[in-house]
Nanobody, 124 residues
Framework: QVQLVESGGGLVQAGGSLRLSCAASGRTFRYYVMAWFRQAPGKEREFVAAINWSRDITYYADSVKGRFTISRDNVKNTVSLQMNSLKPEDTAVYYC?????????????????WGQGTQVTVSS
């Protein structure tokens, strides 16, 4: 069992930065693929970024590539999402997710555990 708790959301102006964090509980955290998804009002949940357990493979949605960076600390059991050059279209609830698999997925239904979400609002 893995429990995930996100933090770090808030209100920021376009062009600004935010850093989201996700604290995970569970002894086997290091063997999970970790990812961030987001969901804007009236839209489906969409993949943002993922990182494998050994931190040597990361994958990003095209919409955030070059602006967002995912990282993880397997000692502290945390995963972070550094978001730079934020745009109004990045406004959404951001969710941390864990997948008990060696390989990442962009499909939300393939993730086993989810956090409660944290709101990110980017004003123009």
């Amino acid at each position: 069992q893995v429990q995930l708790v996100e933090s770090g959301g808030g209100l920021v102006q376009a062009g600004g930065s935010l850093r989201l964090s996700c604290a995970a509980s569970g002894r086997t955290f290091r063997y999970y693929v970790m990812a961030w998804f987001r969901q804007a009002p009236g839209k489906e949940r969409e993949f943002v970024a993922a990182i494998n357990w050994s931190r040597d493979i990361t994958y990003y949605a095209d919409s955030v590539k070059g602006r967002f960076t995912i990282s993880r600390d397997n000692v502290k059991n945390t995963v972070s999402l550094q978001m730079n050059s934020l745009k109004p279209e990045d406004t959404a609830v951001y969710y941390c997710a864990a997948r008990s698999n060696l390989y990442y997925s962009t499909r939300s239904y393939e993730y086993d555990y989810w956090g409660q979400g944290t709101q990110v609002t980017v004003s123009s």
